[in-house]
């Protein structure tokens, strides 16, 4: 073994890492192009798109004048004339009417879309890091880290999840400051939503290790990090984003569920609340219930349809 | 008597993964209860001028001065005793309480699951034998709104509608109880009225949750269909003469209906699971409903109670899923 | 010489989303009474969708045109699901390629047989269990009797092959094809299941129509040929005339890329080009844009098989000019191929 080879080994290492890279590029631009025919897919971006607009202009249009504040209750001083007072009637002052507080309906709508987005978006990051850790540890090391990990997994896959969300919540909802509510959500949707995408990626990590290029590259030496990082993970992506869109969607359906129960932030403008809040008069007002029922299931459903394209653009075979 | 002995062996495995299973929640949630503080400091946070003294006994009472892994184990060794301690709220034993919620629960969610799967075949099968036909499209399209609508905005409405304005509309005479799992004098009824009466308060329930777990499954018997019809097998059973019945309903389904039967074991979980929502909104006596209610009023002993009673049937459930696909495919061998 | 079957201008397109494939396009061939029947063309040439079309079993989107398949003075296309239903497995019948795929996994093997002929004959279930193993012993499933209650897993390939034909002969049908009987297979057991086929067609007396790509297997078993191409028929005939006179030059390219009989294939004289795409297929005579005989006319007229010599049909056009270049071109291969 003499300084030449080590030389190019690394020559030859690096060609292999760029040829995976190429390959992972024209798989996305097939991905994409795949994606683009499907008309479906389209319109769930399409409209997630509007709603990532409505959350992103909430704090400007509200800045500008051009929404009420979503908080304030200062409306209740309106005379009715103005359109204010508790549950008004939409009018020009506030299109959509006010709820019990007096607070503007439509502006809670626009903010409810920043809050739905950032804990769907939020919590499964903080779930895809834990996944990513126990899937692929278990994945790529197999034998007792695998059993170990796997046997933690099964045991949230088995547990009431939704029964200790509500506990968590209640518990930490005593500690923690007021204004905080909504972290308490996200941490805790975080903490439970792995289990599943973890035994997926270790799956993938598992068929993907003993590929030829990733013995290639343990043979050229590389680090098991290295390996990991840059040789399986890319390559586990497609399968990973699919997973993280459905979360998402899951996400923002278990965070309303909890706020209807109450065990939300009361503090921060959210669908699920000014559902909980209008419900006692849904008979006179069903539409108080309406408007944030229909952003949380076109939502969700964006999330869904893009899910359910993405899987198709990926793998049309595997999925379906 | 191999296949009972290998069956005997494969429970007793399956018991002894759900053994720490079982424990493993119970700690985790003894664990975040205990972390709160002292329950009785906060049940009798809003009561002012309480002594000492009666703190004390209380304390006693509910066995708080001791550790808290010490009251882990002596709750224990009286679950194994049928003793789940004394409900802070109701202040009557919590194993007495529970069976009627247990019953309540069970009877809903199951026979919601059940007629879920069955009619999930038949449409899923339709869908598949028709791909991209106006009923396909339709129950596709159905589904797809079923996984992404919350299941209280459904119940909110099909309260409002078939409970609410079907009584205005007919003037009290017909419609769908808001409520409850039973008319509040169903002691005094006869047992066939009382099975009327008990049937009548499910009907809206049923639809709604029927409906949301009928979303889940269709998609997966039909993209199950989708697959098994194009398979070898079933063109060789049509060859063979096979009537379209037999070869639908025994060639393809019996194979389609394998990630069916390994999904349900899930299922069972996010069911059990989402009651408290579904059984909030239909303020159904059942675990669910219960569980919210004691986490508001903070009555630990229910709290934990619920939860271990709910890991026992999941893990049951598990174990009765596990053992049916060892049934469904031959390939897998049980044991 | 009778024939039991005759197919005439039988048409399947595929209704895809791409276009509509033609699949088969105007085949006509018969099938002579007691006499093996090969059915030859490379993969896409339409050999499977045609025993597929005989028996009206084309998957969706697949539909049967046009043309007829007479079968006892009685054109199967015309007939209802259900009346076909009765001849299936029945009269007619057909074993798979892949015996891995066409059992099916859930069952035992001996109730896939049972419920065939459960279906066909008028017998008791005891009765129908007993035929079963009969005819596992037949194609030499040892142990039958245990093994009826196995799964197809629990069986080798080989033996699946069989337990796939002891089925396609359960209720002793009248014509088999047999798709590939033999492709999924290890050449050694690949003699077994064939010798096996040769002895059940005498002792069943049936029709046997052997679809295959590869020319020695035809040589072997068959005593009729019909060349496919892209979904027509270039060439039917007797296996001597066609081996030894080839009418067309799809078939002599497919005679030169016959492999050595020791197996030791040292030159597949592979034809250049693929076959072409069935949406839009090439005017004219299909094979145009991959014959090194092709003129204008070719690329004008779409020809059919006439009989060029007795009993020996060709669709070659300019087949009377080229005769002889084609038969010299058949010599040099074979003495190339002798002297390796």
Known sequence: MGETDRVSDLERRELLEEEVETRGASQW????????????????????????FMGVSAPFLTFMGVLPDPNSTIFLID??????????????????????????????????????????????????????????????FGGRVDAGLMMVTDVFLVMPVFLIMLLMIKILSIFVVAGFGLWIVITVLGIFGWPQMARMIRAEFFKLKNLDYVEAARELGASNRRIMLRHILPNALGPIIVVFTLGIAYNILAEAGLSFLGFGDASIPSWGWMINMALEIVSVQPWLVLYPAFMIFFTVLAFNLMGDGLADALDPRLWR | MIEITRLAKFLLRRLLFSIPVFFGVTIITWALMYAAGDPVRLMLAGTPYITQDVVDNLRHYYRLDRPVWEQYFYWLLNIFQGNLGTSFYFHSPVATLLIPWTIETLKLQLSALALAVILAIIVGVYSARHPYSIADMGVTTMALLGVSMPIFVLGIFGLLIFSQSLH???????????????AWNYRSFPFPLFLADAAWHMVLPMLVLTFTFMALYVRLVR??????????????????????????????????????????????????????????????????????????????????????????????????VDMTYGIVDPRITVG | ?????????????????????????????????????????ESGSGKTVTALSVLGIVPSPGKIVDGRVMFHGENLVEKSDKEMQKLRGNKISISFQDPSTSLNPVFTVGSQIQE???????????????????????????????????????????????????????????????????????????????????????????????????????????????????????????????????????????????????????????????????????????????CTFAKDICKQEMPDAVEIKKGHKSACIRIDEIKGELLSRLKQAREEMESE
């Open chain 1, 29 to 52: 631009q097939l991905v994409w192009r795949r994606f683009k025919k499907n008309r479906t897919a389209l319109f769930g971006a399409g409209i997630l798109l509007v709603i990532v």
């Open chain 1, 79 to 140: 005379p009715p004339e103005l359109g204010g007072g508790s549950r008004a009637l939409p009018s020009i002052f506030h299109p959509l009417g006010t709820d019990k507080l007096g607070r503007d309906v439509l502006s809670r709508i626009f903010w409810g879309a920043q809050t739905a987005l950032i804990v769907g978006i939020v919590a499964m990051l903080l779930s895809t890091i834990i996944a990513l850790a126990v899937g692929g540890l278990a994945g790529y």
């Open chain 2, 168 to 182: 205005t509309l007919t003037n009290g005479l017909f419609y769908f109880p808001a409520s409850g799992a039973h």
């Open chain 2, 223 to 320: 993209s199950g269909m989708r697959e098994t019809l194009q398979q070898d097998y079933v063109l060789a059973a049509r060859a063979s003469g096979l009537s379209n019945i037999k070869v639908v309903y025994k060639h393809a389904l019996r194979n389609a209906l394998i990630p069916l039967v390994t999904y349900i074991g899930l299922a069972i979980a996010t069911a059990f699971a989402g009651a408290p929502i579904t059984e909030t909104v239909f303020t159904w006596p059942g675990l669910g409903y219960y569980y919210v209610q004691a986490l508001n009023n903070l009555d630990f002993p229910v709290i934990m109670a619920v939860i271990s009673i709910l890991t026992v049937l999941i893990l049951a459930a598990n174990i009765i």
């Open chain 3, 1 to 41: 010489m009778t024939n039991i079957m005759e197919i005439e201008n039988l048409k399947t397109y595929f209704y895809t989303e791409a276009g509509i494939v033609k699949a088969l396009d105007g085949v006509t061939f018969n099938i002579e009474e007691d006499v093996t029947h090969g059915l030859v063309g």
């Open chain 3, 116 to 290: 065939v002929i459960m279906r066909h004959q008028d017998v008791t279930k005891e009765e129908a269990k007993k035929a079963v193993i009969e005819i596992l012993e037949t194609v030499r499933i040892s142990e039958a009797e245990q093994r009826y209650y196995e799964y197809p897993h629990q069986f080798s390939t080989g033996m699946r092959q069989r337990i796939a034909i002891a089925r396609a002969l359960s209720a002793r049908p009248e014509i088999l094809f047999a798709d590939e009987p033999t492709t999924a297979l290890d050449v050694t057991i690949e003699a077994q299941v064939l010798n096996l086929m040769q002895e059940l067609q005498k002792n069943f007396g049936m029709d046997l129509v052997m679809i295959t790509h590869d020319m020695g297997v035809i040589a072997e078993m068959c005593k009729r040929v019909t060349v496919l191409y892209a979904g027509r028929v270039c060439e039917t005939g007797d296996v001597r005339s066609i081996f030894h006179e080839p009418l067309h030059p799809y078939t002599t390219a497919l005679l030169t890329s016959v492999p050595s009989v020791l197996g030791r294939i040292k030159r597949l004289a592979v034809i250049p080009g693929t076959i072409p795409d069935l949406i839009y297929p090439p005017p004219g005579c299909r094979f145009h844009p991959r």
